[in-house]
């Protein structure tokens, strides 16, 4: 039996994503992950598509960071995959010891982001993945905060990206996403 496509699966996985208009607010049209995690299937065919991007894209990652909350789902699972080790950066207030913090604005809010100082080696390299790029400002702030600790961001890895909103424009680096609305 022949194993089904990358682009097989990554229609697959996008027919799973929920569409929301207005949640949480009006006007903003609201991309589910979770419909998609329900699904066995899809849930394979992420993790194919997370790690085997980041293999032949970032091979010198050494350490994933993920996004609170929905970049939990996937920093964990490319960090075992890849045989390296995962750090998360958690919203105010959630972490334990030394940390360092930043104030940032998203789509539908603001909200102020943390990381452990000692999360990550000076010097490190880091991929940082979320599910979704919108403004961008998760992603600028969760990039200073990495800086601001010694990491060195090699990627930004997202399954979904609002193009409309150019958040792409405010990152420096290499950042990419497996689907584009
Ligand atoms: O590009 P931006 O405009 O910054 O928006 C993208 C961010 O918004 C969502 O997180 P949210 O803060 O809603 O947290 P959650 O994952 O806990 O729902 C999403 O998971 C991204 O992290
Ligand atoms: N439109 C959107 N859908 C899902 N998560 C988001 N985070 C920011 N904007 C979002």
Redesign the pocket.
């Known amino acids: 039996m022949s194993e089904i496509s990358a682009s097989e699966k990554l229609e697959y996985v996008k027919s799973k994503i929920g569409k929301y208009p207005d949640f949480p607010k009006a006007g ?5 992950i979770f419909g998609a995690l329900t699904d066995a299937k899809a849930c394979a065919y992420l993790r194919d598509l997370l790690v085997d991007h980041i293999r032949e894209s970032a091979p010198e990652a050494e350490i994933i960071v993920g996004l609170d909350s929905r970049g939990f789902l996937f920093n964990l699972l490319i960090a075992t995959e890849l045989g390296v080790g995962c750090a998360p950066i958690r919203k105010k207030g959630k972490l334990a010891g030394e940390v360092v913090s930043v104030e940032y604005k ?3 809010g603001s909200d102020t982001f943390e990381i452990q100082r000692s999360a990550i080696k000076p010097g490190q390299k880091v991929v940082i993945v979320d ?2 790029l ?1 403004t961008g400002g998760s992603l600028v702030a969760a990039s200073e905060l990495i800086r601001n600790v010694g990491g060195i961001i090699v990627e930004s890895l997202v399954v979904m990206e ?1 193009v409309d909103l150019e958040g792409r424009k405010r990152l420096d680096g290499k950042v990419h996403s497996l689907i584009k609305y």
């Open positions: 903003i049209v609201f991309r589910d998203l789509e539908y599910d979704l919108a609002l």
